[in-house]
Structures are given as C-alpha cells and as structure tokens.
C-alpha cells in the first residue's frame, strides 16, 4: 500500500497537481493608479485590477507566490531599476527603456495609447502628425512613443495622474492628451463634472505592457524566466483566455 501511495504522489507531482512543500515568495511592485488595470482601493492592502490577478496566477503556475508592494508607477520603476524591487508593472517597452531591464516575451496585455480632445473638435482620426504644433498633455512617470516624445514640434506638459491630465484638457490648458484609452473611459465613470466635455479623437498605437524585471536584483533574470513560462501556462491552459474575457465584460457599462 506504501509503495500505491507513494507512485500516486509521484505522479501527482509530475502532473503539476501539487505545490512545492517550500515555495517561493517574492515581492512585486505594482502601480497604484492605473484603473482598471492596477489600482489601490483605500483599506485594501491588495492592488485591484487584471495586471495583478495574471501576474500571480502566472508565478502560480510556476510554484512562486508573490506579495505585491503597490505605490506610484514612477517609483516603482525606479525601485525595479535600480534593484529595490524585483520587477515593476504595468511597463510599455520602448527605445528609452529597452536596455533597462529584462523583459520577458510575452506581453501581459495590450492596450490603446489613446487621443483625447475637447468635445467638439471636428476632423477625422487623429495620428501623430495631428499633434504637431499643439500643446499635449501627458501624465508624469509614464512611458510613451519615443517618436513622440523627441518630436520637436509637439509642446509637451505634464500631469501628476491621467485624472488630472482629464481635467488640465477641459479645462482648456493643452490641445490635446495623451491616454490609454480604457483606463480614460474608467475615470470618466467616476468624474461626472467631465461628461460631454471630453472625447477620444484618435490613437497612436495599441501598447503592449510588460512586468519589467529588474537587471541589478540578483533575481531578475532567472524570474523574468520564470514568470514567461508562468504566462505560457496559463494561456495553454484556457486560463489566460478566460481572465481576459472575465475582465473585458466587468468593462462594458
């Protein structure tokens, strides 16, 4: 009978069925402001949003579990940039920071880097030409195109969050701004002194987003790693399919 149990378990353990007895625990820093897809909820010590939810059911798969230490984006990439924390998200990957970190292949998800303008303004889809010579606002610590953040024609100003980027554009302080396009309708629920004010115009791309792992942690590499064969996993097992599609109806108004 020993030696039934003990082939049981052995199998079980082959097939993934059972965790490590010791797992891995790491820490993770994850943006505070960037509904719906990282966010902090006041008297909630856990980071709300999609990018959590994959990022540990990633390291799940993996038999790592991670805490997560939530604060503003700017500071988190800093922290993963110079080694304090494993690795931050939700990161874009772009000239600028492409050699800063280790990045794992597949993205987490992909969102639109969305134009917004006053309501109103006429014209077809805007592009990043239609930017030049105006003055367009952007949110501090974010990344963006590095096309267009070295265009010599685009006047840039910066907001402390995309909230009060949505506010500096209606109340009329620049032309146009910058943001994704999902989180911008998410504020806009929940900012009815905006409502008919502002509107998206167009877009300048659909973003991927990356848990940046950092290249001065000691762990960064081997859990850049780690966490890819994590999204594998849970994409060949359906799982990643039906967050997504979890995610995207709690969307719809």
Known sequence: ???????????????GLLAPLHAETITVGAEDDWAPYSYAVAGQAEPQGLAPRLVRAAFQ?????????VLPFSRCLHDAEI??????????????????????ATPLFREELGIFARSGVPGR???????????????????????????????????????NLLRMLAGGRVDYILVNTLPAQHHLQHMPELQGKVQRVGA?????FWLSFSKVHPDGQRLS???????????????YRRMLAEFQRAQQP
């Open 125 to 163: 889809e805007a592009t990043l030409p239609d930017l030049v010579g105006h003055a367009v606002g952007i949110t501090v610590g974010y990344t963006y195109p590095t096309e267009f953040m070295r265009h010599p024609g685009i006047r840039r100003h910066v907001a402390v969050s995309d909230a």
């Open 1 to 15: 009978m020993r030696v039934v149990w003990l082939w049981v378990f052995a199998c079980a353990w082959s097939a």
């Open 61 to 69: 798969t993996q038999g790592v579990q991670v805490q997560f230490k």
């Open 83 to 104: 080694g304090r924390l494993v690795g931050c998200f939700d990161t874009t990957r772009t000239a600028a920071n492409s050699d800063s970190f280790h990045w794992h």
């Open 204 to 208: 300048l791309n659909t973003d991927s």
């Open 225 to 239: 790693v780690v966490f890819e064969k994590g999204l594998q996993t849970l994409m060949a097992s359906g799982q």
